[in-house]
């Protein structure tokens, strides 16, 4: 009898403490959340995001996970007005780019988005993951 009541014990604690950290564990994904994906499979690949209005201040982190370098460049689709032109990003390098930084204070158009990653004669490997928001310093 000493065993099951041990045994329901160590159970309950087990269930009352997933529980509780579940329910104490800060949320994953972000309502100012742009893009999260894993991009490649040829030497050009085109991601498309959007940006809603209101929230054009934008930061976006992208990783070149191939052994040779990329460049990316990223357009409104609706204007066809370039924000990024050839960012050259070096083999398994990382690189960080804020709208504020760029010298767009007023923030990016409100709208869709494509993100082009070229590998010239190699297939691209890339990730991006971005984020908007209304307000420059939240970035």
Same mark, same amino acid.
């Given at each position: 009898?000493?065993?099951?009541?041990?045994?329901?014990?160590?159970?309950s604690? /087990?269930i009352?403490?997933?529980v509780?950290?579940a329910s /104490?564990?800060?949320?994953?994904t972000? =309502?100012?959340?742009?893009?999260?994906?894993?991009?490649? #499979?040829? /030497? *050009?690949v &085109?991601?498309s995001?959007?940006v809603?209005?209101?929230?054009? %201040?934008?930061?976006?982190?992208?990783k =070149? $996970?191939s052994? $040779?370098p990329?460049?990316?460049?990223?357009? %409104?689709?609706?204007s =066809?007005?370039? @924000?990024i032109?050839?960012?050259?990003?070096?083999? $398994?390098g990382?690189? *960080?780019?804020?709208s504020?930084d760029q010298?767009?204070? =007023?923030g990016? &158009?409100?709208?869709? @988005?494509?993100?082009?990653?070229? #590998?010239?004669d @190699?297939?691209v490997? #890339?990730?991006?993951? #971005?984020? /908007?928001?209304?307000?420059?310093r939240n970035?």
């Open positions: 009898m000493k065993k099951r009541i041990f045994l329901f014990s160590i159970l604690l /087990a009352v403490t997933t509780g950290a /104490a564990s800060p949320s994953t972000s =309502n100012n959340s742009i893009i999260n994906q894993r991009s490649g #499979g040829s /030497a *050009t &085109r991601e995001f959007s809603p209005k209101g929230w054009g %201040h934008v930061k976006l982190c992208m =070149n $996970h052994d $040779h990329v460049k990316v460049s990223l357009t %409104h689709s609706g =066809n007005k370039t @924000y032109e050839s960012l050259v990003i070096a083999p $398994h990382t690189v *960080t780019w804020k504020t010298g767009f204070s =007023n990016l &158009r409100s709208g869709d @988005y494509i993100l082009q990653w070229r #590998g010239s @190699y297939k490997d #890339g990730e991006t993951w #971005g984020i /908007a928001d209304s307000q420059p970035l």
